[in-house]
């Protein structure tokens, strides 16, 4: 099992006062992960006045539900604090999930990371 024992790596650069978060992972499947993972995520989000944050999934090739879950909650706390959330680079079988649960409509969704950047200006 040590793809379980993971753990959670996200690369964080600011462009033009935009978080940008690039997820290392491959799999973000198991509890530990995603709580580590959204514990950071949680700390960036809190760090700002009016977060402004790019995920960045371009190297995720898995995502669990639990994951879905946080992912939510962020978007909540993001859109309390007058904050954008936008998600950028997911892989067709992952956006598959996004539509099918209707995700799609709750959450900002681009192509590109340059994409995404733009809705931010």
């Keep these: 099992m040590p793809e379980a024992e993971a753990e959670a790596k996200l690369t964080v650069?600011?462009?033009?006062?935009?978080?940008?978060?690039?997820?290392?992972?491959?799999?973000?499947?198991?509890?530990l992960t995603i709580n580590q993972i959204f514990e950071k995520l949680n700390e960036l989000a809190d760090a700002e006045n009016v977060?402004?944050?790019?995920?960045?999934?371009?190297?995720?090739?898995?995502?669990?539900?639990?994951?879905?879950?946080?992912?939510?909650?962020?978007n909540k706390k993001v859109g309390q604090r007058n904050g954008?959330?936008?998600?950028?680079?997911?892989?067709p079988q992952i956006y598959e999930v996004?539509?099918?649960?209707r995700l799609d409509k709750?959450?900002?969704?681009?192509g590109?990371?340059?994409e995404g950047l733009r809705v931010f200006r």
């Design 98 to 101: 996004f539509k099918i649960t």
């Design 13 to 31: 650069t600011n462009q033009d006062g935009i978080t940008v978060v690039e997820f290392e992972n491959r799999k973000i499947l198991d509890e």
């Design 106 to 110: 709750v959450f900002e969704i681009r």
């Design 51 to 74: 977060p402004l944050i790019l995920l960045n999934f371009r190297k995720v090739e898995h995502l669990s539900s639990a994951a879905l879950g946080a992912l939510i909650t962020l």
């Design 84 to 91: 954008r959330l936008v998600l950028a680079n997911i892989h």
């Design 112 to 114: 590109t990371t340059q």
